[in-house]
């Protein structure tokens, strides 16, 4: 099992420029997530999926978009890329929140490397 | 509003000590409570999950605690290593929010040979 994968692992963008990033599972899980992560502040909450089809917000969702078209897919894109989007990405899904604890740990990718000048 | 915190943000400690790095979250009525290492410029690897029937969780020479009551974690790290040179962070999820999990903004851990 390759476990969470994320292409690309960088990207340099221009200011209102768009990009998707792609995170890819293959462990059947149903909840996905996409995360920021900025230097002394921790993960945040981008967007999440419980399941194909659906999609909701996170804690800091402005500006981005997602999609969970197929269930071990979860895009996330930038439709006008701005330097405060400048962080590091990171894609994380787990089996749900019910069933045993083992289903509650999230799995994470190795990140997306992201600057916007 | 539902958060975590972790204090110190960095802690360094000659190798061999036992050490304690702490998580303190608002709002007691949380699911579950996971620890994760991540190393520079990686991904996060997760060390140690507890439920929130659970009181503490042992893996190798790790062991993390929970009390709900006081809002409180520790991830107590026997023998300390170089190799366990990392930030450690801690995540929350709560039952009112259960889809989705807040993270702490980590301890990054220096262990000195």
């Known amino acids: 099992n390759a476990g969470v994968t994320q292409t690309p692992k960088f990207r340099v963008l221009k200011t209102g420029q768009s990009m998707t990033l792609l995170c890819a599972q293959d462990?059947?899980?149903?909840?996905m997530y996409w995360y920021r992560q900025d230097p002394g502040m921790g993960l945040r909450l981008i967007h999440y999926?419980?399941?194909?089809?659906?999609?909701a917000k996170g804690e800091v969702p402005d500006g981005y978009n997602v999609s969970r078209l197929k269930k071990q897919n979860f895009l996330l894109g930038l439709e006008s890329a701005a330097p405060s989007q400048t962080s590091v990405y990171f894609c994380?899904?787990?089996?749900?929140?019910?069933?045993?604890?083992?289903?509650?740990?999230?799995?994470f990718g190795p990140g997306t490397r992201l600057t916007v000048l | 509003k539902q958060e975590v915190t972790q204090i110190p943000a960095a802690l360094s400690v000659p190798e061999g000590e036992n050490l304690v790095l702490n998580c303190s979250f608002t709002?007691?009525?949380?699911?579950?409570l996971q620890w994760f290492r991540q190393d520079p410029g990686k991904g996060l690897t997760s060390l140690l999950l507890?439920?929130?029937?659970?009181r503490e969780q042992t893996s190798g020479r790790l062991n993390a605690s929970l009390d709900k009551s006081s809002g409180r974690s520790t991830l107590y790290i026997a023998a300390s290593q170089p190799g366990d040179s990392a930030t450690y962070l801690c995540?929350?999820?709560?039952?009112?929010?259960?889809?989705?999990?807040?993270f702490g903004s980590g301890t990054r851990l220096s262990i000195r040979p």
């Open positions: 994380a899904s787990s089996y749900s929140t019910g069933g045993p604890p083992s289903y509650n740990e999230q799995f």
């Open positions: 462990m059947n899980h149903e909840y």
């Open positions: 999926s419980v399941g194909e089809g659906t999609t």
């Open positions: 709002d007691s009525a949380i699911y579950n």
């Open positions: 507890i439920q929130s029937s659970q």
């Open positions: 995540a929350v999820r709560w039952y009112s929010s259960a889809s989705k999990i807040i």
